[in-house]
Nanobody, 120 residues
Framework: QVQLVESGGGLVQPGGSLRLSCAAS????????MGWYRQAPGKQRELVAT???????RYADSVRGRFTISRDNAKKTMYLQMNSLKPEDTAVYYC??????????????WGQGTQVSVSS
């Protein structure tokens, strides 16, 4: 079964740091673009950062300079290093990846989400 599993969320004080991981598992031929998204209570899901298979990264204005997205293609894992966290970063964080799962089969897959809470 092909799936994405996030980990690394938790409760942290303002100014603190967390590192999220997103691991892909199952029968996967290759992985294309990957990204992190988040959804706060009562708000729409929004893009946080994306990274291509050639490691080109893009960030939302709200996190640029504080968050760093990376990936390890050999481990089929993506990361999000979050520094200088603010209360407004509180949300459920989801990873998304374009997975090639067959010779002619590919699609976007989502993880189940991990909660990040920033509070004193």
């Amino acid at each position: 079964q092909v799936q994405l599993v996030e980990s690394g969320g938790g409760l942290v004080q303002p100014g603190g740091s967390l590192r999220l991981s997103c691991a892909a598992s199952g029968s996967i031929f290759s992985i294309g673009d990957m990204g992190w998204y988040r959804q706060a209570p009562g708000k729409q899901r929004e893009l946080v950062a994306t990274i291509t298979s050639t490691y080109r990264a893009r960030y939302a204005d709200s996190v640029r300079g504080r968050f760093t997205i990376s990936r390890d293609n050999a481990k089929k894992t993506m990361y999000l290093q979050m520094n200088s966290l603010k209360p407004e970063d509180t949300a459920v964080y989801y990873c998304k990846a374009m997975l090639v799962v067959g010779p002619t089969t590919q699609g976007d897959y989502w993880g189940q989400g991990t909660q990040v809470s920033v509070s004193s």
